[in-house]
């Protein structure tokens, strides 16, 4: 699976659009892009992903690159609840064992 | 997620004795999966199942075995406990392409 860099911190300000970036430059044809969120020692939480559309959900948005070399998390509207790591992931679908291999995802703190 | 369960939430145990920590699904998913987290390595896959009896190494097995005699349910086993393997582990399940869902984790200290 392709690797991914991610800003190791970010801040955002409350109620404004959280933009976290991923960069996947050796990504192939065939992985997706996903993202996770990690809560203060709580399990990952799914978010959302996507192959080469851009996708939304009730959670956020995720702008891909037409060249599908990186990608943008939106958050649209940050709450103090939206502190966490996050973290950027892509896999091959359907692989066997469909593993998700974790970098060291982005440190989101919203702050008042 | 009330979905997937893992117990205990909390364990202290000695050097040299064994452990087991269990991971209950009640979703069907055909997918379960291991993982310790370490501060400075964040989550790494320990091992992995994709189907009852159906297990696979993942990156840091050494020190571990796993077994699935049942959908629902997947054991970690630690044959003889090591200091190096007090962590935080979490068990997920996943069913195709869609999303993990991960258990609220297991606190172990090996003292």
């Known amino acids: 699976d392709a690797k991914t860099t991610q800003p190791p911190s970010m801040d955002c300000a409350e109620g404004r659009a959280a933009n976290l970036p991923c960069n996947h430059s050796?990504?192939?044809?065939?992985?997706?892009v996903y993202w996770y969120r990690q809560i203060h020692s709580q399990g990952p939480q799914y978010i959302i992903h996507?192959?080469?559309n851009n996708e939304t959900n009730e959670m956020a948005s995720l702008i891909i690159t037409e060249d599908r070399k990186s990608s943008t998390l939106i958050l649209p509207h940050a709450t103090l609840r939206d502190t966490a790591v996050y973290y950027c992931?892509?896999?091959?679908?359907?692989?066997?064992?469909?593993?998700?291999?974790f970098g060291g995802g982005t440190r989101v703190l919203v702050k008042p | 997620d009330a979905g997937i369960t893992q117990s205990p939430r909390h364990k202290v145990t000695e050097t040299g004795t064994p452990v087991t920590l269990r991971c209950h699904q009640t979703?069907?998913?055909?997918?379960m999966y291991w993982y310790r987290q370490d501060p400075g390595h964040g989550l790494r896959l320990i091992h992995y199942?994709?189907?009852?009896?159906?297990?696979d190494k993942g990156e840091v097995s050494d020190g571990y075995s796993v077994s699935r005699s049942k959908t629902e349910d997947f054991l970690l086993t630690l044959e003889s406990a090591t200091s190096s393997q007090t962590s935080v582990y979490f068990c997920?399940?996943?069913?195709?392409?869609?999303?993990?869902?991960f258990g609220s984790g297991t606190r172990l200290t090996v003292v």
């Open positions: 992931i892509v896999r091959v679908a359907g692989a066997a064992g469909n593993k998700l291999t």
């Open positions: 050796t990504i192939s044809g065939n992985e997706y």
């Open positions: 996507g192959l080469k």
């Open positions: 979703e069907n998913h055909r997918y």
């Open positions: 199942s994709y189907g009852v009896k159906d297990t």
């Open positions: 997920a399940t996943g069913q195709g392409d869609y999303g993990y869902t």
